[in-house]
């Protein structure tokens, strides 16, 4: 009887009994733990390449001008415009000095971290992730409230450092030209205008701990985070490239911008050269001895030299929020409902009911999705076990689903 012929690995020479699965070619065979490795191997040197092209985020493409930042970040953010201008400027700047060859004048630029000053829920985060997005560099945002000196229970400084790694994926070229964004700043102010005399674990000293990554330094990270100890292994990282933008509301910085401008926050009197200021947005003068008087030491305002404000946001703005931006709630609520094969669309007296309700409350634009929410729970529970393609949202509808929440109770406080 004659031996039948067996199919073999063009390879590695295995035959079709000793592997899971072989692929068929014109004129050869390759199995699956082959093509495994060729996979990985191509991956390896797709990285290899990009490494050395020394592409950190644009991928060949031109550095977009302030201009086109500025544009993409009006399709996410409404309003704002003065923070987006500086924004724009400020990462355009901060890329342009790392795509410079060196020059005959020795002439090098430094980084500009920045500053952002608004009250919550105002799109300080948006902003920055938003930008980060558009950029496609490493981008970490990172609460400094956990932040204390070292030594103490809490977080590390370097932590910061350990969570843009992860990000890119322990890369530390690219997480070295990546953005940090350092939520709630205002947090780690020390406690009074003059120096603490005692330990200051969870301000002062977290702003002292700050200022070598502000400034640029090479920093020690562990890169599994938590603390570090003598025999773990450390990733050096350089920070003289990575971007840091800080934000936080700095509660209560009004009344010491009305005081260096002479004015009152609230009262009659006011000086005769007082008459132009717009006491109803105090933040937009907002200075570096403000964030000092508030608490921030001179060392640190001086590595943050691009400081800039957000407005609060009035009706109109929230009315945009609502439904222009391509990742607004009202379009979010339609895709989710558009999975179910449901239409789903809103009055307008609807949607200036729900607007009307978040200025009442004072929640700003988080609480557009709180109250949209709790109107549309119910609707979201019953719609996907029913048989219905479409779901129209009235005023009436959304006054009885909100009068019968937990959050409709607002209204007596």
């Known amino acids: 009887m004659a031996k039948k012929n067996i199919d073999h690995c063009s390879f590695c020479g295995r035959s079709a009994n000793d592997v899971n699965v072989l692929i068929t070619g014109i004129d050869g065979f390759i199995c699956d733990t082959c093509a495994e490795q060729a996979h990985e191997i191509i991956l390896e040197n797709l990285e290899q390449q990009r490494k050395a092209s020394g592409k950190f985020g644009f991928e060949g493409k031109e550095l977009p001008t ?160 938590g603390r570090k100890h003598p025999d773990q292994k450390m990733i050096p990282v350089n920070t003289k490239n990575i971007l840091f933008i800080c934000g936080g509301a700095f509660e209560g910085i009004e009344k010491r911008i009305a005081q260096r401008l002479n004015t009152r926050v609230v009262g009659y009197a006011a000086a005769k050269n007082t008459a132009e200021v717009d006491r109803n947005n105090l933040m937009q003068y907002v200075s570096p001895q403000d964030l000092k008087s508030f608490g921030m030491i001179p060392e640190i305002i001086g590595r943050l030299p691009i400081l800039t404000y957000l407005n609060p946001l009035d009706r109109d703005a929230l009315r945009r929020i609502l439904t222009e931006p391509k990742n607004s709630i009202i379009k979010q609520y339609q895709k989710l409902f558009e999975m179910d094969g449901v239409a789903l669309s809103f009055d307008d007296a609807a949607l200036d009911y729900i607007v009307d309700k978040a200025v009442e409350f004072k929640l700003g634009a988080r609480g557009l999705r709180s109250i949209a929410e709790c109107i549309m729970m119910d609707a979201m529970y019953e719609v996907p076990s029913q048989k219905i393609t479409e779901l129209h949202i009235t005023k009436e509808y959304a006054e009885t689903k909100l009068s019968r929440s937990n959050l409709g109770r607002l209204q007596a406080l």
């Open 66 to 225: 302030p201009l086109e930042i500025k544009e993409f970040l009006d399709q996410y953010v409404i309003g704002q415009d003065d923070a987006k201008r500086y924004l724009s400027v400020a990462v355009y700047n901060h890329y342009k000095r790392l795509t410079q060859s060196p020059s005959k004048e020795d002439i090098e630029i430094e980084k500009s971290n920045i500053m952002i000053v608004g009250p919550t829920g105002t799109g300080k985060t948006l902003l920055a992730r938003t930008i980060a997005r558009y950029l496609h560099v490493p981008f970490t945002i990172v609460d400094a409230t956990v932040l204390t000196e070292a030594g103490y229970v809490g977080e590390d400084i370097e932590s910061l450092l350990t969570r843009l790694l992860q990000v890119a994926d322990y890369d530390v070229a690219a997480a070295e030209k990546g953005i940090v964004f350092i939520d709630e700043i205002d947090k780690i102010a020390r406690k009074g205008d003059n120096p603490s005399i005692t330990r200051d674990v969870s301000g002062e000293g977290v702003q002292q701990g700050l200022l070598k990554l502000l400034e640029g330094s090479v920093v020690n990270v562990p890169p599994q985070g």
